[in-house]
């Protein structure tokens, strides 16, 4: 195992349940679905973050630091998550939120809150230097920050969806299963460019599938290579990732970031009444939404085994209430 060297500290449940989808599997006429529970990593409701804080909060309070400071936007799962690390961790929370300071509290924002996290508000291009100006400004006050990068996406970060592949290789070992595929939401680009290093790291040799919630096609294959090779250096691994090897399929774009359309509506509405299993409107509804368009078109076809790895997002569900009951 690559990961075993690195610092961790507990902050979730693992590994997450593995189970199959039959009546979904059944409805789409499509491949044996399977899905991988990681919005049961507990950490305030779950989430892929929680893999990742594992080991950038070990890495800060190795650092002898004792606030986080992240950004992200208002419903950011990774936020939320990271305001419920650093509770946990005892540490003081700092989220820079794009945009405008909202009225309502609803969905992750009211968590935040909870959570006791710290809010501040900048502009989509001030975000970087809010982030900055935070870090100096709690310095100068006697604190030592950790800033995280958008998405925990960094090689620290990345690190832990190496060890959630190592987790899966010795799950399916044991349940006697073999994906074809794996398709998740892909979108700061950690969750993808530590699967693929966790893939090469222990032999998966299926298809590695990232359905974009937010980048051009190239662009996230792009980010990806670039930080599945810089985390397996992390790792004392020498491997080289080149974009044209990154399988992400943006054909799922809709009409942006964050924007609930009918395909998403549909595959949450699908998959919470046939499995009782509850996916998110902004990643994982989108990331599904992919799947089951490739299933019908199909690219994914009734023999093959196919993994959906769900990766949290569940509270954004209430903050977009009015947009799912039409
Ligand atoms: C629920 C959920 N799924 C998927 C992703 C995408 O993961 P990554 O940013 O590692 O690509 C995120 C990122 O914020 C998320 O919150």
């Known amino acids: 195992m690559v990961t075993h060297q690195i610092k961790r500290v507990s902050l979730g449940h693992f590994p997450t349940p593995l189970h199959a989808l ?10 044996q679905l399977f899905v991988k529970r990681d919005d049961q ?7 892929n973050k929680t893999r990742k804080l594992e080991f950038l ?10 606030t986080l400071i992240t950004a992200g936007a208002p419903q950011s799962n990774h936020a939320r998550q990271t305001a419920a690390a650093a509770a946990k961790a005892g540490m003081k929370c700092v989220l820079v939120l794009r945009g ?13 809150e909870l959570l006791g996290a710290e809010i501040r508000w ?12 935070t870090a100096n400004e709690l310095s100068v006050k006697g604190y030592s920050p950790y800033l995280i990068p958008y998405g925990g996406s960094n090689p620290i970060g990345a690190t832990g969806y190496v060890a959630a592949m190592e987790e899966l290789m010795e799950q399916s070992r044991q349940m006697d299963l073999r994906f074809d595929r794996i398709v998740f939401a892909s979108s700061s680009s950690g969750t993808q460019a530590g699967l693929v290093v966790g893939a090469k790291a222990t032999g998966y040799t299926g298809q590695v599938l990232g359905i974009s919630v937010d ?6 294959q792009t980010k990806v290579a670039k930080l599945a090779t810089e985390t397996a250096a992390h790792l004392g691994q020498i491997m080289k990732f080149t974009p044209g090897d990154m399988d992400v399929n943006a054909d799922y774009l809709g009409a942006g970031y964050a924007i609930l ?9 699908l998959a919470a009444q046939t499995e009782g299993l509850l996916l998110d409107p902004v990643y994982t509804g989108r990331a599904l939404a992919g799947m089951i368009d490739l299933i019908r078109k199909g690219c994914l076809r009734r023999d093959e085994t196919v993994l959906f790895w769900h990766t949290g997002g569940t509270p954004a569900l209430f903050a977009y209430a009015e947009g799912l009951v039409q």
């Open 122 to 133: 900048a502009a989509r291009e001030a975000v970087e230097a809010t982030m900055s100006e």
């Open 215 to 220: 980048e051009k096609r190239e662009d996230l």
């Open 41 to 47: 990593t507990g950490l305030a409701t779950g989430g």
């Open 57 to 66: 909060v070990a890495d800060a309070l190795d650092r002898h630091m004792d």
């Open 100 to 112: 405008q300071p909202q009225s309502g509290r609803q969905g992750n924002l009211l968590l935040d």
């Open 261 to 269: 359309g009918q395909p998403e509506r549909e595959a949450i509405r």
């Open 22 to 31: 039959p009546r979904l599997s059944e409805k789409l006429g499509g491949p």
